[in-house]
């Protein structure tokens, strides 16, 4: 089984931080991979597919990048409202998420 | 408007059987996988298992910690997908969704999720 390794667990930042989150996989998932937004009580949200391809609707401050087992999300100037726990997930061999990082306020 | 919406869940006794039921609205059902997730209460994301269109089989999946108890089935007339568990264990607990997966034979990103349905497995 792939295993997905997300860091930092908790992130502390303030409103117009630039955020990045990391996400390793355990083998090569080439750019299977997305990211999820989820809040308290809510299902989680479609962020980006393919590793970098944006969920339409989804604000372009939200970006993702790599390849193969190193991948990342970025946010790039952040919102009161993406205040939220992320989870990143491959799909290159059935399906594995990773522990999630929850976005809090500083 | 696309919308899946499960139900079925409850409290149920380790050992026993439950069947999840998650029904569709405002796309072609028919035309893709489906699958279920779930949270255990504080807890992150487990994928359960997954069905493929009939277009492949309507075979399924599933995560190691189920095969073997539970099972995925669809019925594309009613637009519904299920997920019978049985022999649940305490360790089940958890809300399970089903989330829309894609039109091909290997899974997709999820785009569409559901609320979830509460299970509780205790005596």
């Known amino acids: 089984d792939i295993q997905m390794t997300q860091s930092p667990s908790t992130l502390s930042a303030s409103v117009g931080d630039r955020v990045t989150i990391t996400c390793r996989a355990s083998q090569s998932i080439g750019t299977w991979l997305a990211w999820y937004q989820q809040k308290p009580g809510k299902a989680p949200k479609l962020l980006l597919y393919k590793a970098s391809s944006l969920e339409s609707g989804v604000p372009s401050r939200f970006s993702g990048s790599g390849s193969g087992t190193e991948f990342t999300l970025t946010i790039s100037s952040l919102q009161p409202d993406d205040f939220a726990t992320y989870y990143c997930?491959?799909?290159?061999?059935?399906?594995?998420f990773g522990q999630g990082t929850k976005v809090e306020i500083k | 408007e696309v919308q899946l919406v499960e139900s079925g869940g409850g409290l149920v006794q380790p050992g026993r059987s439950l069947r999840l039921s998650c029904t569709a609205s405002?796309?072609?059902?028919?035309?893709?996988?489906m699958t279920w997730v779930r949270q255990a209460p504080g807890k992150g994301l487990q994928w359960v298992g997954f069905i493929r269109s009939k277009a492949y089989g309507g075979t399924t999946e599933y995560a190691a910690s189920v095969k073997g108890r539970f099972t995925i089935a669809r019925d594309d007339s009613q637009r519904i997908a299920y997920l019978q568990m049985n022999s649940l264990k305490t360790d089940d607990t958890a809300v399970y969704s089903c989330t829309r997966a894609g039109d091909g034979y290997n899974l997709a990103a999820f785009d569409i999720w559901g609320q979830g349905t509460m299970v509780t497995v205790s005596s």
């Open positions: 997930q491959q799909y290159n061999s059935y399906c594995t």
């Open positions: 405002g796309f072609t059902f028919g035309d893709y996988s």
